[in-house]
């Protein structure tokens, strides 16, 4: 595959990933949610990083999407950096055992639901770096 198959790959599967969290949302699934959200951002990430890097470069198979965003040279203000490290925790939190009972009774609608805008920020922000 080349670069742009590679970025390609990527994108279309976090977009499918932006679907199932909406639906997971909808159907007050929300610690769900916010673990697929995490996904959506670490797609859109290695998009980034393949597109800034190319295709030859070893996309770390980490999770932490601060460490993502280093690897792929984005510029990343202090409260991006915020958001990508209490996104990150979502990853854990969901899988976990000994996190997920405090992170089940965090991940309120309200909780969620702001997460969730935080998520499409910078799904927004990380969507307009492959377009340009």
């Known amino acids: 595959m080349d670069r742009q198959d590679v970025v390609s790959y990527w994108l279309d599967t976090a977009e499918m990933d932006y679907e199932t969290m909406k639906h997971l ?3 007050h699934d929300f610690h769900w949610s916010l673990f697929i959200g995490h996904l959506v951002i670490e797609k859109l990430l290695r998009a980034v990083l393949v597109l800034n890097r190319g295709e030859e470069v070893a996309v770390p198979r980490a999770h932490d999407l601060l ?37 089940y009774s965090k991940c309120t609608p309200t909780y969620t639901a702001a997460r969730l805008r935080e998520i499409e920020e910078l799904r927004t922000w990380l969507l307009s770096k492959l377009r340009n």
């Open 25 to 27: 949302y909808a159907s």
């Open 67 to 103: 460490l993502l965003a280093e690897k792929a040279r984005v510029t990343t203000d202090a409260r991006q950096k915020d958001l990508l490290d209490l996104i990150t925790t979502f990853n854990t939190r969901a899988l976990y055992p000994d996190y997920k009972r405090s992170f």
